[in-house]
């Protein structure tokens, strides 16, 4: 069953910040962000794993709460670049080889 | 260095045609993955290699599709008969190793079925 993000889409000014979620009705064992531009390959951002872990990837940073079951996204200080649409893929256990189930995705536009 | 790429990058197949999808990983990666991507939607899961060993083909929507990897190396896609449904972006993504770790995506066939 794949993961539910929210919002849908976010519109923002350059240097505002924005938070995406991604909820899983099951257990995780990890969680993976990627941002993907139109037409063009998706492209990795972070992976969280079980265990609470916070990371970080420039001015974008990522948690992962294991009990709630959700990873958010944190985009800080956002630039023309993060525009794109950002997919969080989950891994439902460490024997699942990679196989990711994703989110329909949030599709961020940020303007000058 | 080179990235993972695909071939075609469009394919436009009239109903009931057979196509084949190609995806060149990166040199050296163990794992290959293959997706498909529906408009306005995240990639789905389709099935999974390690070489040439397909361990996981749970994603693959009908016994129209087939997928392979002979050498451990190339993957073929390959979709018979093809329907309106079958229309979408195919995406490759080849990893390191087995497990959790970063896949590097290819920039996608766009298939679309006429």
């Known amino acids: 069953q794949q993961p539910v993000q929210s919002p849908q889409a976010v519109i923002l000014r350059e240097g505002e910040d924005a938070v995406i979620n991604c909820s899983s009705s099951k257990a995780l064992y990890s969680v993976h962000w990627y941002r993907q531009k139109h037409g063009e390959a998706p492209v990795f951002l972070m992976i969280?794993?079980?265990?609470?872990e916070q990371k970080g990837h420039d001015k974008i940073s990522a948690s992962f709460n294991e009990k709630k079951q959700q990873s958010s996204l944190y985009l800080t200080a956002s630039q023309l670049s993060y525009s794109g649409t950002y997919f969080c893929?989950?891994?439902?256990?460490?024997?699942?080889?990679?196989?990711?189930?994703f989110g329909a995705g949030t599709q961020v536009v940020v303007t000058p | 260095g080179a990235g993972v790429s695909q071939s075609p990058r469009y394919k436009v197949a009239k109903r009931g045609q057979d196509v084949a999808l190609r995806c060149d990983p990166i040199?050296?990666?163990?794992?290959l993955f293959w997706y498909q991507q529906a408009l306005g939607q995240g990639p789905e899961f389709l099935t999974y290699?390690?070489?040439?060993?397909?361990?996981?083909k749970s994603g693959l929507p009908s016994d129209r599709f087939f997928a392979e990897r002979p050498e451990g190396s190339v993957s073929t896609l390959k979709i018979q008969r093809t329907q309106q449904e079958d229309s979408a972006v195919y995406l490759c993504a080849s990893s390191t190793q087995q497990g959790t770790y970063e896949q590097y995506f290819g920039p996608g066939t766009r298939l679309t079925v006429t």
């Open positions: 969280l794993l079980k265990g609470g």
């Open positions: 040199s050296g990666h163990v794992s």
């Open positions: 893929g989950t891994e439902p256990g460490s024997d699942s080889w990679g196989k990711l189930q």
């Open positions: 290699f390690q070489n040439e060993a397909q361990l996981d």
